[in-house]
Each structure stands twice: as C-alpha cells, then as structure tokens.
C-alpha cells in the first residue's frame, strides 16, 4: 500500500514538473515575438553603465544621437498594448518593462501625460526628441540608481529618481530631475516625468 501510494505521488510531481517546464518554454517563445529595442547594455542614448560600476545615478542625456526607440519598436504597439518597447534588468526588481501600454501606464501614458513635460527638458539642449530623453531617464534610474533607491511608494509601486544632465555639463532649468514609478506586482513601468524634486 505504502509503495503504491509513494508510485502515485512520483506520477503527479513527475507531471506537474513537466507542465512547468512546458510553460516555461510557452513563455519564453511568447516573450521572443517582442523582442525590446533596449535590452540591458547600454542604449544608444545613455552613457551610463547597465552595471551601475561606473556611474552614480545621474542621468546624462546626449544632445544629438539616434532616435529612440524607433519605428519598429512603435509599431508593434499599433497591433497590442502588451508589446516591449523597452526592458530593463534591475538589482531590486529583476526584468522590468515598459510596455506600449495604455492611457494608464507604459509608453502611451507617457506620451499623452507627458510629452509636453519632456519637451521643455530637451528644448534648447541640442536635437532629440522627447523620448530619446524619457528612454535615456528611465534605464539609469531603473539599472544605475542612487543610493537609496528603489523606495516603496505605496499600493504595490516602487519609485526611483535620479537628478539629469547633458553631455556637456548643463541641466534642465525647470525640472532637473526624473521619477519612475514602477509596479512591483507586474514589473511594468507606470510612468516617467521630470519633476523639481530629487524624491519620492
């Protein structure tokens, strides 16, 4: 009776492991069909380290550079809100992504909330667009943050903010600093504004 009893309970943890390990390979085949345009590493607008060793959590924004995240990355957004226009591999969170999104959260958030807020950081400060900026903010803050950095802000969401500069030394003269807000139930990007303050 004990040898049937211990057969029958090898079978079911024998076909929950295979479910899991199916699953599993669902999901990472499903994650590659939306492949991000930033994937760790260092984006073509950042010049910070992915590893945090050689910066201190200041954003720099360069001037001139590509436009970022580029039309394949938006486009896939005309066909799903959940497509990646950007992930981020952070120390406190793990993968995180900034999805196309909706009104609520991820990149269409940003766009319609903030666009104008991000323009008046970049205006006057060489040739990128608004989201070259909002890209470039988001990946230090997420991958290089500040001592001190993520804070718990309440209702499963995490903060991070970082103070921004150019490349050549000047800074916004409004809103000289970023905050990301980040759902730590999903691991989605909320929202990215520039703001006044250096806190959460």
């Known amino acids: 009776m004990a040898q049937q009893k211990r057969s ?14 199916a699953g ?76 196309c999104g909706t009104a609520a959260q991820g990149y269409e958030h940003i766009r319609v909330r903030h666009t104008a807020d991000w323009q008046d950081v970049v205006t006057g400060h060489g040739s990128r667009d608004w989201d070259d900026a909002m890209l470039t903010a988001v ?9 001190g950095f993520p804070v718990d802000a309440g209702d499963g969401k995490v903060c991070y903010a970082a103070p921004v500069r150019f490349d050549d030394g000047s800074r916004p003269d409004d809103e000289p600093f970023v905050k990301v807000i980040v759902s730590a139930t999903t691991d989605r990007v909320i929202t990215a504004y520039p703001t006044r303050t250096d806190d959460c």
């Not at 436009?67 to 809100?81: E, Q, V, W, Y």
């Not at 990946?139 to 001592?147: K, V």
């Open 8 to 21: 029958v309970i090898t079978g079911v943890a024998a076909v929950l492991a295979a479910g899991l390990l």
């Open 24 to 99: 599993g390979l669902f999901l990472t085949a499903e994650r590659g069909a939306e492949d991000p345009t930033i994937v760790g590493g260092q984006s073509p607008g950042s010049t910070q380290s992915s590893s945090g060793a050689a910066g201190d959590g200041t954003v720099t924004i360069t001037r001139t550079g590509p436009d970022m995240p580029g039309s394949s990355a938006l486009g896939r957004c005309d066909a799903t809100t959940q497509a990646a226009v950007a992930q981020y591999e952070t120390e406190a969170l793990g993968r995180v992504t900034l999805q």
């Open 139 to 147: 990946q230090t803050a997420l991958e290089d943050p500040r001592p």
